[in-house]
């Protein structure tokens, strides 16, 4: 299986309205948002969406290990057979369309919109494709 990595692109300006997936038989485009902060002495990037996070002790440590951790995560989501492909992404949410879509996850984010358990939150934008 041969498979291209590009780096991640994160924007700072927006989050996305509505996530992306792009699956190919050999390559797998993420469009996600990225809720990030501070929790107790390490920071945090996780994405509600995928179930994957990464930490640090620096902002940019967490977004290292975040990065490595959805390359794990596309790497092996691209092991699965097809059909199970789409059975995992409907099991986290996710609609087939022409592309896979969801709707930003509030699942971290109180009424007020502020992200739980975490000091200094925000929301980051990522787009990469392995």
Same mark, same amino acid.
């Given at each position: 299986?041969?498979? =291209? =990595?590009?780096?991640?692109?994160?924007?700072?300006?927006?989050?996305?309205? =509505?996530?992306?997936?792009?699956?190919?038989?050999?390559?797998?485009?993420?469009?996600?948002?990225?809720?990030?902060?501070?929790?107790?002495?390490?920071?945090?990037?996780?994405?509600?969406?995928?179930?994957?996070?990464?930490?640090?002790?620096?902002?940019?440590?967490?977004?290292?290990?975040?990065?490595?951790?959805?390359?794990?995560?596309?790497?092996?989501?691209?092991?699965?057979?097809?059909?199970?492909? =789409?059975?995992?992404?409907?099991?986290?949410?996710?609609?087939?369309?022409?592309?896979?879509?969801?709707?930003?996850?509030?699942?971290?984010?109180?009424?007020?919109?502020?992200?739980?358990?975490?000091?200094?939150?925000?929301?980051?934008?990522?787009?990469?494709?392995?």
């Amino acid at each position: 299986m041969s498979s =291209t =990595t590009e780096k991640g692109h994160w924007n700072n300006s927006f989050p996305y309205e =509505t996530e992306q997936l792009k699956v190919s038989s050999n390559e797998l485009k993420v469009r996600i948002n990225v809720l990030s902060g501070q929790q107790d002495e390490f920071f945090v990037c996780l994405s509600p969406s995928l179930n994957v996070s990464g930490y640090g002790s620096t902002k940019k440590e967490a977004q290292i290990s975040f990065e490595e951790n959805i390359k794990i995560f596309i790497l092996d989501f691209l092991k699965l057979p097809v059909a199970s492909r =789409t059975k995992e992404l409907r099991k986290m949410g996710w609609k087939q369309q022409k592309i896979f879509k969801r709707q930003f996850s509030k699942a971290f984010v109180d009424q007020d919109g502020v992200l739980q358990n975490l000091k200094n939150p925000h929301i980051t934008s990522l787009e990469t494709a392995i």
